[in-house]
């Protein structure tokens, strides 16, 4: 069996990657700090200024992700003086200009949040989970996140009309169409583009951390065994204890060297890591 590699680097990302070569990375799977949050802890950047920020490090994350290589973003934007601020949105925007392809949007909806009292808005329940690629051509396997048909196959398909034995194509004119019937027999389906995943509750020493089936989902979907996934805001070390747990190949990077002694614990349950061991680049490049 391959050695399995967890690299955790303590240091500013953008000037960690630099150690990294181009086209290095199957996945990356960040949850960065969020504009103002969080400010005694690993300090907070402004909203205003957050997308130069952001520009810069994604700079070096476009050059180590691979051509085929998916980049998963999760962020939310803030409320300021009443109004969601457009920072994701400008975001977004400038990473485009940046040579991003905005592919999809993925909501993580937490079905666990217990319940509030605003005067203009309600609990804030989900999360954009943002993907970007190099190209229109990127890596997925969508076998490996099917899910049970359920009862939508029960009452649907037994109730077919003459418009659902046929491939019906959209009247919209998208070109795109449907054949409800070939559903028939099958067990399992596709997922939508929304993740229904509870938050975590059980402290892990870090505010902001996300669930380990949200980088689970997504390590799934866009890498196989032994491939590289990189997290370099990676906090508590949830990325880096998935990709393990998968037997994926990671490096997670983050600013506050307690982080990642903590990150470490994580990994170090797992009897392949090797902590700061000397990757072979180049062969990760031809594979
Ligand atoms: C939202 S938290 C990540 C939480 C993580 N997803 C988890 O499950 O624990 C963001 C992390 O980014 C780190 N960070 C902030 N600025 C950084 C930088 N320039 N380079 C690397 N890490 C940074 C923070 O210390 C913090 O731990």
Redesign the pocket.
Known sequence: MAELISELRQ????EVLKDYPDNFFDLII?????ADRRKST??GISPNKYVAWFIE?SEQFLRVLKPAGTFILNIKEKVENGERHTYVIELILAMRQQGWLWTEEFIWHKKNCHPGKWPNRFRDAWERCLQFNKSKKFTMYQENVMIPMGDWADKRLKKLGKNDIIRFNSQAKSGFGKNISNWIGRTMAYPTNVLYLPTETSN?N?S???PKALPEWFVKLFTKEYDWIL?????????VETAHELFRNSVG????PE?IELAKTKVKKTEYCLFDSKIDYEKNKKD
């Open positions: 240091g500013d990302c953008q960040t949850s960065p700090p969020y690993y300090g490090r892990k870090h902001a951390t996300f997290d370099p805001f990676v906090g508590s070390g949830t990325v990077i983050d600013i506050i982080f």
